[in-house]
């Protein structure tokens, strides 16, 4: 299967920056999604951002409305890679980030991803 490794995730204060990396690796397809969730204690998990590949091409982007401008994924498809650009962090984005995939179109819905990393965490101070 299909393992992903999350990291770039640490402590930061508000307005600052970080970029978390997604490396995959196992059995990967040649069209899939991979996304971002994110957890804070006591919330459930939420989409953050989304990618999707249709053979070396990435065409389409999705974001979450609270991190709409602030935040972008990217990736390296050869080198099955995907990545976070946080750029003006706030308080409220502290949590858990979660890389994942699926082979289906994307979507925001966690529950229809089928390969999940373990997590990295995001603190953003005040």
């Known amino acids: 299967q299909v393992q992903l490794v999350e990291s770039g995730g640490g402590l930061v204060q508000a307005g600052g920056s970080l970029r978390l990396s997604c490396a995959a690796s196992?059995?990967?397809?040649?069209?899939?999604?991979m996304g971002w969730f994110r957890q804070a204690p006591g919330k459930e998990r939420e989409f953050v951002a989304g990618?999707?590949?249709?053979?070396?091409?990435?065409?389409?982007?999705d974001y979450a409305d609270s991190v709409k401008g602030r935040f972008t994924i990217s990736g390296d498809n050869a080198k099955n890679t995907v990545y976070l650009q946080m750029n003006s962090l706030k308080p409220e984005d502290t949590a858990v980030y979660y890389c994942?995939?699926?082979?289906?179109?994307?979507?925001?819905?966690?529950?229809?991803?089928?390969?999940w990393g373990q997590g990295t965490q995001v603190t953003v101070s005040s």
């Open positions: 994942a995939a699926n082979r289906q179109e994307l979507s925001r819905t966690d529950r229809l991803y089928d390969y």
């Open positions: 990618i999707r590949w249709s053979g070396r091409i990435a065409y389409y982007a």
């Open positions: 196992g059995r990967t397809f040649s069209s899939y999604t």
